[in-house]
């Protein structure tokens, strides 16, 4: 149980530095990151939202957002999840993406957890925030991804997000109850036979937020360093959405190499209110992820 901790801890504050190392280089092309910085491997905040050191976005933000809801409602509650989204669009926060923002309205304005299939939420922002799911649901294969989806829909009713979404539901998943390397592979081999969209090698070189540059991006470098600091190095220098990639690839790396692995220096950066209330919530939703979810609409 105590390796099971360090492999949730390490996937919630890994998306946690992802996310603050990447927003400073977010919309920055490679090439220019590479002027101004050499290589992208400190948190030092700036960037376009002027962050300070440490300073989170909405992909850590919505994650924990999602994570007080489940915990509130000792399980899954698509209209509790769906009002902390409210709650937190209200916070007036830095970064809401227009995806994001849109499903938010929608729900404000008619209740409804899901809006019609659009091809215009073929975007990140559902795939970005799926951790606490994933830990609240640690050995209920069926309830991840039916948690997975409906979470998804709250923004986002894409098929390619729902199965990008579940697929690094299912990876993260995987590594968190100790598997390796080899476990994702099988599972990303089965997104590439379904979807060939996502095939990844060679790396089509997009690091945008549309949901199949962002998978290329996190995918690739995954399986491609031997690190958790290579794996985010390498993933936020690839700039665009490097704040979303750097949150995913993060959670996949804390998992795989753990708590141990993740550098002091970006754990001691991060903010403190965000770190403390992280490992609370991953105590919590570990104590829920031994458990069935209660049965709750989905939709």
């Known amino acids: 149980m105590e390796e099971i901790r360090k492999r949730a801890l390490g996937a919630y504050l890994g998306l946690a530095i992802g996310d603050a190392l990447g927003a400073t280089v ?28 440490g300073e989170v976005t909405d992909d850590t933000e919505m994650s924990l957002a999602l994570g007080r809801a ?16 409210v709650s937190w669009l209200k916070t007036k926060p ?20 899901s809006g019609p299939v659009s091809e215009s939420d073929g975007g990140n922002g559902a795939a970005m925030r799926i951790l606490p799911v994933v830990i609240s649901t640690l050995h209920d294969d069926e309830s991840l991804h039916e948690q997975i989806v409906a979470q998804c829909h709250l923004t986002h009713n894409h098929p390619l997000s729902d199965a990008a979404s579940t697929a690094l539901g299912s990876m993260a998943r995987k590594l968190i ?12 081999n089965g997104l ?65 190499y753990g708590l141990d692995a993740i550098p002091d220096r970006w754990l001691k950066r991060i903010d403190p209110g965000v770190s403390a209330e ?8 570990l104590g829920l992820g031994g458990q069935k979810a209660p049965a709750q609409p989905f939709g």
């Open 94 to 113: 830095a970064d809401v993406g227009n995806t994001c923002r849109r499903g938010i309205r929608r729900f404000m304005a008619d209740g409804t957890l």
């Open 278 to 285: 992280i490992r609370l919530q991953v105590e919590g939703l």
């Open 26 to 53: 977010e919309f920055m092309t490679p090439r220019e990151i590479r002027h101004q910085y050499g290589v992208h491997k400190e948190i030092t905040g700036g960037g376009w939202l002027k962050l300070d050191a």
């Open 177 to 188: 109850l100790g598997g390796g390397v080899k476990d994702c592979r099988k599972i990303v």
């Open 70 to 85: 489940i915990l509130q409602s000792a399980g899954w509650d698509g209209q509790a999840a769906a009002e902390a989204f």
């Open 192 to 256: 590439v036979e379904k979807h060939p969209k996502f095939g990844f090698n060679p790396y089509p070189g997009r690091a945008s937020g549309y949901i199949v540059d962002t998978m290329q991006t996190v995918l690739f470098h995954f399986f491609h360093t031997d690190s958790f600091e290579s794996c985010l190095i390498e993933t936020v220098n690839r700039g665009e959405d490097a704040d979303t990639t750097g949150a995913i690839a993060g959670m996949l790396a804390g998992a795989l």
